[in-house]
């Protein structure tokens, strides 16, 4: 629809519902949980968790990790985690002796100082690469689902041919 661009605005996942109820914003993809009272919600896919820490570390001898491959490892929880991590899901991860970064650009530069790991859904880790940083999918880890979200009354017939476009409809599909 090139006489209806997008406009793509990155949002905390703290302020993403603000965002949508506000009118800031006509839809957005945001990650769950998130309070579906007067919006629609599509849950789109989960995203694959990874373990981020140095390149230098002798975890990226592995192609995936498990739990049991970060005891004694010191897991890194940033602020503004969006897997909901507790530090009692992984029980023989060290807690660090220092604040939780506040974002998670923060902790990623904290595991590529040679500090600990941290879990995130892999678009962070991708968002925040760097070039002393790797990553390894976490088997069994916990998902981030995304999905699209829009208020219920500002739905237009704009926003119906998106969810359309996302869903994978065509021009010859059914609407169901």
Same mark, same amino acid.
């Given at each position: 629809m090139p006489d209806n661009p997008l406009e793509w605005h990155p949002l905390e996942v703290a302020a993403q519902r603000e965002a949508l109820v506000s009118g800031d914003v006509d839809a957005a993809l945001v990650r769950l949980p998130i309070d579906k009272t007067d919006l629609h919600v599509i849950p +789109?896919?989960? %995203? !694959? @968790? !990874?373990? =981020? /820490?140095s390149a230098e570390s002798h975890l990226t001898a592995a192609d995936a990790l498990t739990a049991a491959d970060l005891t004694g490892e010191v897991l890194i929880v940033p602020a503004d985690d969006v897997l909901g991590l507790h530090t009692e899901m992984f029980p023989g991860a060290d807690r660090p002796v220092f604040a939780a970064p506040a974002t /998670?650009? %923060?902790a990623i530069a904290t595991v590529a100082a040679g500090v600990g790991f941290v879990? !995130? @859904?892999?678009? +962070?880790?991708r968002l925040h690469h760097r070039k002393d940083v790797a990553y390894r999918p976490l088997e069994s880890g916990p998902t981030s689902t !995304?999905? +699209? =979200?829009?208020p219920v009354d500002r739905t237009t017939a704009l926003i119906d041919t998106f969810v359309g476009i996302v869903r994978g409809r065509t021009a010859n599909s059914s609407r169901t």
């Open positions: +789109l896919y989960d %995203e !694959v @968790p !990874v373990v =981020a /820490t /998670t650009e %923060e879990i !995130v @859904p892999m678009s +962070l880790a !995304v999905a +699209l =979200a829009w």
